[in-house]
């Protein structure tokens, strides 16, 4: 049996930037439209003004259109929901996204809530949530860092009907759409959060893994069956005096152990971060289609 | 240790109900008004015809004002949906209910989705499922069926924080909400389906089963750990020439293998059934309340 393969994140959403950007040539061809998307920031905080650059950068790379406001820290919340009304209202804008943490004057539900939940790129919208969670129903969008989790299962051949997956943690943005994802794949999902008792045995249990709960290298080689996948979702900086920047990122897995005992598993950094972005590219290319009227594959 | 205890949800049921009439009759004095309750019924089905009488009949014993409407079986889709918004502008309706199924040529979806996720006393709007399913957020209505079978736990004393739960069943009116709910009362849930291919073996790992799949009898005694509390809500007719009907109703539970094993069980008929529509009655007293502007204890 093989042991440790790695996922790779970083190529499989290379990979899928490739396609998309294709899919956006044609798209251009054809209709004489591209895919929109419009982010919304507000103050200066360096780690969002860096997301929303690279995230920028990543649409113009595929081809996209890319709108932006940022808006002064001290902006009203009326402010922020205007300007996202008004990108609800431009035809050539398919997906919104606003950058979080707002600042602490504003509420978040209110200006997530205003986007219009055909725009929702980031999944977040309670009819989108709802939709995810209920059978016989399909949302328009699905949170980007979950579906990438997804996808990096399914093309890797991981077989997830029948099988037994654990999540570990169960936020709006990863733990709980995750969990949904894979029972909508028919594995039979158990949910492992901070009131569970016995976490290590839980996970012993499963056949996959997701890991996101926030917490460096929680989850040790010996909580693994041996052979299970595991999708590390974890982004946490340790302390390492040895490194030019004074920390280096880990997982919520220790790879060191895990890697040992996995069939295969996603890196930290390399595995599921790439994927986040190239699910946000891909939600905004399945809305502009959408808007386009053009059949989603 | 105790086996097989009866949770007795007829009485149960029968108190909530109480405490349900004496806080119309608070609010019939302090506010002049009382809850509303309207039941729109498409066509002569039967059973149907039956659940809207007995809907009806409970209304009227807790005080509330009992609003319906017939409608031929051949009536159009826009003819129900208008007599929906008719009901979603009535400010003395509360609570809605579109009494299912429906006639095949309407789109149920639509119907259901007309209702205002204000006056949604069945939980089934996704707006209602979305705020169920984020943390942070409370959804306006839960479900009634499985909003019961947590009630029928937390008022019979049973521990849910850091317990195993196994909901069997996922579906949009029990499973699914029954097992976010129970997520909620920060048990580790598993939720098994008919894809899982060992049910018996994750079951047994449960401290709570909640069965609704809808087969007689499917769950085994020995499916159980010993002292797991067993939720049954299950309605099956099964044939038995000996009775007058010429059937019997049994649950998804084999009642008398399960009493053996588990702690404490609900009874088919008389466990889970009975509290549907009690908590039909919670939830449009508590629509009610937020339209009075009072303050839900
Ligand atoms: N692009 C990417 O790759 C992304 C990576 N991340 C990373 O994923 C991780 C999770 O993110 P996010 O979901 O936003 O985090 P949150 O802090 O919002 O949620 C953490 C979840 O983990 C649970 N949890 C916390 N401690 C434990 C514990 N000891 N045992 C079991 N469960 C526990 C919490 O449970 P409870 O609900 O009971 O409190 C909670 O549900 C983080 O490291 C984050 O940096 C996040 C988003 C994108
Ligand atoms: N007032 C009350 O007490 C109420 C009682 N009920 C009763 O509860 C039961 C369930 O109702 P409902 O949820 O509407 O039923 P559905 O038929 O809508 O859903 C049944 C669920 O059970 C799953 N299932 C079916 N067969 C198996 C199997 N062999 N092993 C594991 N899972 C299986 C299905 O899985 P999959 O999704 O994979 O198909 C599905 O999710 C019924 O007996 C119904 O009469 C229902 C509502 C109210």
Chains 1, 2 share one sequence.
């Not at 959403?13 to 998309?20: D, L, T």
């Not at 103050?43 to 690279?54: I, L, P």
């Not at 051949?157 to 990863?174: P, T, Y």
Request: glycine share 10%; net charge neutral; with cysteine.
């Amino acid at each position: 049996e093989r042991r440790g393969a790695v996922i790779d994140g970083k190529s499989i959403a290379g990979q899928i930037r490739k396609e998309i950007a294709a899919e956006v040539a044609n798209l251009k061809e054809t209709v004489g439209k591209v895919p929109g998307l419009a982010v919304v920031l507000v103050g200066t905080r360096k780690d969002s003004e860096t997301y929303v650059r690279s995230k920028k950068k990543a649409c113009e790379e595929v081809g996209f259109a890319s709108f932006g406001v940022t808006l002064p820290e001290d902006a009203t919340q009326e402010e922020i929901v205007n300007c996202v009304n008004q990108f609800n209202d431009d035809p050539e804008v398919h997906g919104i996204l606003v950058q979080l943490p707002l600042p602490k004057h504003i509420n978040e539900e209110a200006v997530v809530g205003a986007v219009s939940f055909e725009k929702d790129v980031d999944g977040f919208h309670p009819i989108n949530v709802g939709t995810l969670c209920m059978q016989g129903r399909k949302p328009l969008f699905v949170p980007c860092t979950p579906k990438g989790c997804i996808e990096l299962l399914l093309r890797s051949g991981v077989e997830l009907k029948g099988k037994r997956a654990v999540v570990i943690g169960r936020s709006n943005i990863v733990g709980t759409p995750a969990a949904q994802l894979l029972q909508r794949q028919n594995a039979t999902v158990t949910v492992v959060h901070s009131a569970t008792t016995n976490p290590a045995e839980i996970v012993r249990e499963a056949d996959i893994v997701v890991a996101a709960l926030g917490k460096a290298e929680f989850v040790r080689g010996d909580w693994l069956k041996p052979g299970a996948v595991v999708i590390d979702v974890g982004i946490n900086a340790v302390d390492d005096p040895s490194t030019k920047k004074g920390y280096r990122l880990v997982g919520d897995v220790c790879y060191k152990e895990a890697s040992q005992v996995a069939s295969m598993i996603t890196p930290v950094p390399g595995g599921v971060g790439p994927m986040t972005i190239a699910m946000l590219l891909a939600n905004t290319l399945d809305a502009a289609k959408r808007s386009f009227g053009v059949e989603n594959a």
